[in-house]
């Protein structure tokens, strides 16, 4: 059974940074495309970045491309959301996701974790 757990949430003042990791288990990520998405208090879930499973090619929403970064280790079976300039608006759940086949920006991935809170203040 794969699992996803994600790690490195808390509270941080604009303009900080966190680092964000989603270990899996059960299975090794060489083969998934890894991705992460976030949902704010009463909004819907929305697609933040990905990775394709070879690493070539990485995906991310308009709202953080420049202050995001997206990697992956295979060896550690870990992938990494690297998040600098950080903004009021980026508050939320964010949760990683992972899929054999799919690596776009919807939710059609198989594989969710439970998500890690990121709070920023002004």
């Known amino acids: 059974q794969v699992q996803l757990v994600e790690s490195g949430g808390g509270m941080v003042q604009a303009g900080g940074s966190l680092r964000l990791s989603c270990t899996v288990s059960?299975?090794?990520?060489?083969?998934?495309?890894m991705a992460w998405f976030r949902q704010a208090p009463g909004k819907e879930r929305e697609f933040v970045a990905a990775?394709?499973?070879?690493?070539?090619?990485?995906y991310y929403a308009d709202s953080v491309k420049g202050r995001f970064t997206i990697s992956r280790d295979n060896a550690k079976n870990t992938v990494y959301l690297q998040m600098n300039s950080l903004k009021p608006e980026d508050t939320a759940v964010y949760s990683c996701?992972?899929?054999?086949?799919?690596?776009?920006?919807?939710?059609?991935?198989?594989?969710w974790g439970q998500g890690t809170q990121v709070t920023v203040s002004s």
């Open positions: 990775v394709r499973w070879n690493g070539a090619r990485t």
């Open positions: 996701a992972a899929d054999v086949y799919y690596d776009g920006m919807d939710e059609d991935y198989d594989y």
């Open positions: 059960g299975r090794s990520i060489s083969r998934y495309s």
